[in-house]
């Protein structure tokens, strides 16, 4: 299968900053990246689709200025959590796909603490 | 948009039996529909998926049944063994290539 790396794995900022965190599709050109919130004992929820060159797509309640997507490139794509709580640690993943209706491919995840 | 509903939330085995984790989803439109295992702290790990064209599908001792009329999908393990404990996921695609997960069921397989 394609890999998708995602760094950094884990993360502990303080509170009121900003964190970024990175997804690399390493040997296919990702169309599509998702962005996933994963609290603990629950499902993933997708947070936003991101889409090379073009404007990401949240999820209702998600809020846009606080998570800042960036899909620059067809093997990078960024999210930038601004102003930092505790209440968004959490864990976040991000996949990629190569087409439509197509295998999602993982990152490994990313375990943001904000103290 | 589509939901998806999985049950149970827990289920523990000995190890050698069989189980079994169901999941009903709600978009007749939808037409992919693929499982995850996750373990602590960890990616989801695609470990069999069906299209809608196909009613049954097979790896080893994995196996996935799909009843598109009634709008469910069903995990079948077979001979567990304590490596397959773990939380898994099933999900539906829908629209715009978005993966709709259901809610994960804890498998614990007893030594």
């Known amino acids: 299968g394609a890999v998708v790396s995602q760094h950094p794995s884990w993360v502990i900022c303080k509170s009121g900053t900003s964190v970024k965190i990175e997804c690399r599709s390493l040997?296919?050109?990702?169309?599509?990246m998702f962005w996933y919130r994963q609290f603990p004992k629950q499902s993933l929820m997708l947070m936003a689709t991101?889409?090379?060159?073009?404007?990401?797509?949240?999820e209702q309640g998600v809020e846009k200025d606080k998570f800042l997507i960036n899909h620059a490139s067809l093997t990078l794509s960024t999210l930038t959590v601004t102003s930092a709580h505790p209440e968004d640690s959490s864990f976040y993943i991000c996949?990629?796909?190569?087409?439509?209706?197509?295998?999602?491919?993982f990152g490994q995840g990313t375990r943001l603490t904000v103290v | 948009g589509e939901n998806v509903e999985q049950h149970p939330s827990t289920l523990s085995v000995q190890e050698g039996d069989s189980a079994v984790i169901k999941c009903t989803y709600s978009?007749?439109?939808?037409?992919?529909f693929p499982w995850y295992k996750q373990e602590l702290g960890k990616r989801p790990q695609l470990i069999i998926d069906?299209?809608?064209?196909?009613g049954e599908k097979k790896d080893q001792r994995i196996a996935v049944t799909l009843n598109k009329t009634a709008k469910h999908f069903s995990l079948h393990i077979t001979e567990t063994q304590p490596e397959d404990s773990a939380v898994y996921f099933c999900?539906?695609?829908?629209?715009?290539?978005?993966?709709?997960f259901g809610a994960g069921t804890i498998l614990r397989v007893k030594s």
């Open positions: 996949s990629g796909v190569r087409g439509v209706d197509t295998e999602a491919f």
């Open positions: 040997d296919f050109q990702a169309t599509t």
């Open positions: 991101s889409n090379e060159g073009s404007k990401a797509t949240y």
């Open positions: 978009d007749s439109a939808s037409n992919y």
């Open positions: 069906i299209r809608s064209n196909v």
């Open positions: 999900a539906a695609l829908e629209y715009g290539n978005k993966l709709v």
